[in-house]
C-alpha cells in the first residue's frame, strides 16, 4: 500500500485537540505520537504543539531524531 | 511572587509562564519518580538487586531534593503547584518509572532506572538552553539539578554494561550540586 501524500494544512489538523491524534512531520514524513506520554493533549514540553512540521525544531532540542522516527510513519508530508 | 525577579526574566526575553510551565511539569517529573522509585527500591532484592538499591535509593533521595529545590523558584516566578495531586502527576515532564511487569529482572529494573534519569537529563538540558545567560537563577539550579542527573543515568548506565561511569558512589552525603538550594 502507497502511504498517502499530506498538506501542511491537513497535518495541522491532527494537532491532538478535541479527540484528534497527535501527528508530527519530520524530515518528509508524518509521525503518530498519539500513544506518547510526552505528547499528551498534543503538546511537548511545552513549547511545541502537534500538527506542525518539526524539522527544524529538532536541531535545537535536547534529543535526537531517534525518540521521533520510533513512532509509527502514517503519511508522507508534501514538499509545498 | 518576586516582582522584579520576573520583570528581569521578562526582560531577558523569557516567555515566563512557558518557563514556569516547565517548572512546575519537571517539579511533578521529580516528585512522582521519588514515588516509583520508592517502589523500584523496595523490589530490588536478591543477589543482584540488592547491589543496586544503594545507587537507586540515593537516587530517590536526590529526586526528591530536586522537586523541593524547584518549588522555590516556581513561586519566585509567579507560578504556583496544582492544588489537585492527581492533575499533578498527570503533567509529569516524564512518563511514570513504572515497575516492570517482571520486577525480579533487575535489566527491566535498570531500564526503567535510566530511561527515567534520561529523561530529566533532557528535560535539564531543555531549560538549561532556554535560560543560559538570561535567567541566571532558574539556569544555576537547572544546572545544578542536571550535574546529579548526569551521575544517576551514568551510574544506571554502568550496571547496564554500557561503560563505566566514572564515579563512585556518594559517601554519606546527597545532592553535592543542589544541597546549596536546599538551605
Redesign the interface.
Known amino acids: 500500500m502507497r502511504a498517502r501524500v499530506f498538506t501542511r494544512e491537513e497535518l495541522g489538523r491532527y494537532n491532538g485537540k478535541n479527540g484528534m491524534p497527535s501527528y508530527i512531520a519530520y524530515k518528509g514524513m508524518v509521525y503518530d505520537v498519539t500513544s506518547s ?2 505528547w ?1 493533549n498534543g503538546r511537548h ?3 511545541h504543539g502537534a500538527g506542525k512540521d518539526l524539522t527544524d525544531s529538532l536541531d ?4 535526537g531524531s531517534d525518540l521521533i522516527v520510533k513512532f509509527p510513519v502514517v503519511e508522507i508530508l508534501s514538499k509545498d | 511572587m518576586a516582582k522584579v525577579t520576573r520583570e528581569m526574566v521578562e526582560k531577558s526575553g523569557i516567555n515566563v509562564d512557558q518557563l514556569v510551565e516547565l517548572l512546575v511539569k519537571n517539579a511533578a517529573a521529580e516528585l512522582t519518580t521519588y514515588y516509583y522509585y520508592t517502589i523500584l527500591r523496595v523490589n530490588l532484592i536478591g543477589l543482584e538487586g540488592e547491589g543496586i538499591k544503594e545507587i537507586a535509593e540515593t537516587a530517590r533521595i536526590e529526586d526528591r531534593n530536586h522537586f523541593e529545590a524547584l518549588v522555590p523558584r516556581i513561586y519566585e516566578l509567579g507560578g504556583k503547584l496544582p492544588e489537585d495531586m492527581k492533575a499533578f502527576h498527570d503533567i509529569s515532564a516524564c512518563p511514570p518509572a513504572g515497575l516492570p511487569k517482571d520486577p525480579t529482572d533487575i535489566k527491566a529494573m535498570l531500564n526503567v532506572l535510566v530511561e527515567a534519569e534520561r529523561c530529566a537529563v533532557r528535560g535539564y538540558t531543555h531549560i538549561c538552553n532556554l535560560t543560559a545567560g538570561k535567567d541566571h537563577r532558574t539556569y544555576d539550579l537547572a544546572q545544578a539539578i542536571l550535574n546529579e542527573e548526569i551521575e544517576h543515568e551514568s551510574w544506571f548506565s554502568e550496571f547496564l554494561g554500557e561503560g563505566p561511569s566514572g564515579h563512585f558512589l556518594r559517601r554519606g552525603e546527597t545532592s553535592p550540586f543542589v544541597s546549596k538550594f536546599l538551605k
Open positions: 506520554f510526552l499528551k514540553q511545552v513549547l535545537q532540542a535536547s534529543h
